[in-house]
């Protein structure tokens, strides 16, 4: 038998329970649904909040509060503390997915579908979007974009696989976001390939080996860290091979990085979350945008086209909502994008210029090592968005008048064990391709200087821009 499976440890033991419970993990998953359709339906059909509306006597500020002050902030931590368990046990699209790929059509899957870029495409676009019709501040655009989002995932069940979650594996805007930063998780199902060889055999002598369905899709047999697992627990045990099991927080992007990492996922990395995420945090703080605007609203009057001034767009295009004097013109819309196009590009430009350099220091330049390198940046990358969904909650709660003098500390605390664990990443990959200790030193003096880079764009939106 495997050693995995002979004396489980607790962490064997619970996944074990999961396997053995997993009604109870569907009876979840429902609850869940429920939950969410009553703060994503709900607010949408009921009046904006007026100024004496708090959080606890009014549901569209306390589902505003919990999608971007409690849920999105946290389930990004969940990824990074628990590996994809948000996935497996609580995302209401998955389990929609999956329920409608159970009495869906059952079509294979197309190949357009399978194509890399989806999960930076999806994630730029939604991203985007969402600060087009100001997610964040309104209900209608969160039943919209969210709304869609999982509308799209029962759709695409009810056309292809048999109980399969399609979208969650191609489709889904923030797979990819999940699956960087759930190769930093602590723990995973780990895959035993002699025991598993081993019961093949015993098969051949009438041991029966129940099939099991991976919903996400996850090559079992194969399966190496956690980035596409979901962690729901249904293969723990499985031919006495796979087994929950602590490792190292550094193994998977160190030991398989050149092996996982590819050019979506350093496109994903320096273009979507140190790119896009940026720039869609930036703007309501940047005084670069309030100067271009001013400067592009002249430049139209003086030339007499004032069109682009006009705020007749419809709300699921651009912000528009008058009684809050909240509208967006067709010139702040276009603003808005291209200001989170222009950052994406230039962080990102820049990002990939020093992992260029850092990763031509260890030697003849290799895409593979520029790739797995760059994956020294996940924890930064998601620390990043961590603190920038944070400023909602902060705003929420300053609204509340709750006192937040400890919140510029803890950003100070959680950018710098970012920055330590992401340079700690960088130096043990260096290792996979030098021993040379100067050479080493000199791909990393480009790391910190591209960490630099990252860090500045906080500063500016949290001390820079705020003390002016």
């Known amino acids: 038998m495997s050693t995995l499976m002979t004396r489980p440890g607790r962490l064997a033991a619970a996944g074990q329970w999961m396997q053995r419970h997993g009604s109870v993990i569907r009876g979840i998953q429902w609850v869940v649904v429920a939950v969410y359709a009553l703060l994503i339906i709900g607010p949408a059909v009921m009046p904006l909040p007026d100024d004496s509306a708090h959080l606890w006597n009014n549901l569209t500020l ?176 499985h031919r006495d091979a796979i087994a929950l099991t602590w490792r190292a927080p550094s193994s998977e992007v160190v030991q398989l990085g050149d092996k996982q990492a590819n050019v979506w996922d350093t496109a994903l990395i320096l273009y979507g979350l140190l790119g896009i995420a940026i720039g869609a945090f930036h703007w309501t703080a940047s005084r670069w945008f309030i100067d271009l605007k001013m400067f592009f609203a002249t430049w139209l009057v003086d030339r007499d086209i004032t069109w682009p001034l006009q705020t007749n767009a419809p709300w699921f295009l651009f912000t528009h909502y008058p009684e809050q004097n909240d509208v967006f013109s067709w010139l702040d819309g276009t603003m808005v994008i291209g200001y989170i196009l222009a950052t994406a590009l230039v962080y990102g430009t820049a990002l990939l210029v020093l992992m260029v350099g850092a990763t031509r220091t260890l030697g003849r330049f290799s895409s593979v090592r520029l790739h797995h390198l760059t994956q020294g940046l996940i924890p930064l990358a998601g620390a990043g968005v961590f603190l920038g969904l944070s400023a909602t909650t902060l705003s929420l709660l300053r609204a509340e008048h709750v006192p937040l003098w400890w919140a510029s500390d803890v950003r100070i605390a959680i950018l710098a064990i970012a920055n330590v664990w992401s340079a700690w990443l960088a130096w043990l990959v260096t290792r996979r391709y030098s021993e040379h200790f100067v050479r080493r030193g000199l791909a990393m003096l480009w790391f910190i200087a591209a960490l630099a880079v990252v860090d500045s764009a906080w500063w500016l939106m949290f001390w820079g821009w705020a003390s002016k």
């Open 62 to 237: 306390a589902a505003q509060f919990v999608f971007w002050g409690i849920w999105w902030p946290f389930v990004l931590l969940s990824m990074v503390m628990l590996g994809r368990v948000w996935c497996g046990v609580l995302c209401p699209e998955g389990a929609l997915a999956e329920f409608a790929s159970k009495h869906g059509r059952g079509k294979a899957i197309p190949h357009w579908m399978r194509w890399g870029g989806w999960p930076f495409v999806a994630f730029g676009i939604t991203t985007i979007y969402g600060q087009m019709v100001s997610v964040y501040q309104y209900p209608k655009a969160v039943l919209l974009v969210l709304g869609g989002s999982t509308l799209a995932a029962i759709v695409i069940g009810l056309l292809y696989g048999r109980e399969k979650r399609v979208w969650c594996k191609y489709l889904c805007p923030v797979n990819g976001v999940f699956s960087l930063l759930a190769r930093l998780a602590p723990f995973h199902y780990k895959v035993d390939e002699d025991a598993w060889r081993r019961s093949y055999k015993n098969g051949e002598h009438g041991h029966r080996v129940i099939p099991i369905n991976c919903a996400p899709l996850v090559p079992l047999r194969n399966m190496k860290g956690a980035s596409d697992c979901h962690m729901c627990g249904r293969c723990s045990g």
